[in-house]
């Protein structure tokens, strides 16, 4: 229901009770000092360690899987080029053409190591065409809502 209406939820904690108890937890026990010491979800890892099998504990976080094919990378380039090439588009008030521009020539320069953007937006989830996807969004957000931004 909740993709159905372009929303993403993580139900379990939808209930603000559970928010507002972990946001009142003292810091000592967030962080979980000891083997999993900055481990995400460490707190939810330690409170189900007892009732899940060890290698769904303490398993790798896996992000949705994400397209790497080259026609996707070549549609977003493409597509975010037309929108630089318009002078009337809302996003380019909010970017850096040059930066932008730096990205579409070569996309998969975005990395951890080698960055044009800096570190990756959102750890390992947004990767060069992902950046320019999430900006054509945002354009297409403020075109249709007609959002008028005051900079």
């Not at 009732?51 to 493409?78: D, F, G, M, W």
Request: net charge positive.
């Amino acid at each position: 229901m909740s993709m159905y209406s372009g929303l993403e939820v993580r139900v379990p904690f939808c209930d603000h009770r559970i928010v507002e108890y972990a946001y009142n937890m003292p810091w000592e026990i967030k962080s979980r000092l000891g083997a999993d010491q900055n481990r995400e979800k460490g707190i939810i890892r330690a409170a189900v360690s007892d009732l899940l099998p060890e290698e769904i504990v303490y398993r790798k976080k896996s992000p949705y899987p994400k397209t790497h094919n080259p026609i996707y990378t070549e549609a977003v380039c493409n597509s975010m080029n037309r929108i630089l090439a318009d002078k009337t588009e809302p996003i380019n008030e909010l970017i850096n053409p040059k930066t932008i521009r730096t990205l579409i020539s070569n996309p998969s320069t975005v990395s951890d190591k080698n960055a044009v953007l800096g570190k990756p937006w959102y750890g390992q989830l947004m990767r060069g065409p992902q950046i320019l996807a999430y900006l054509i969004q945002v354009n297409t957000w403020l075109k249709h809502y007609s959002i008028n931004i005051q900079i």
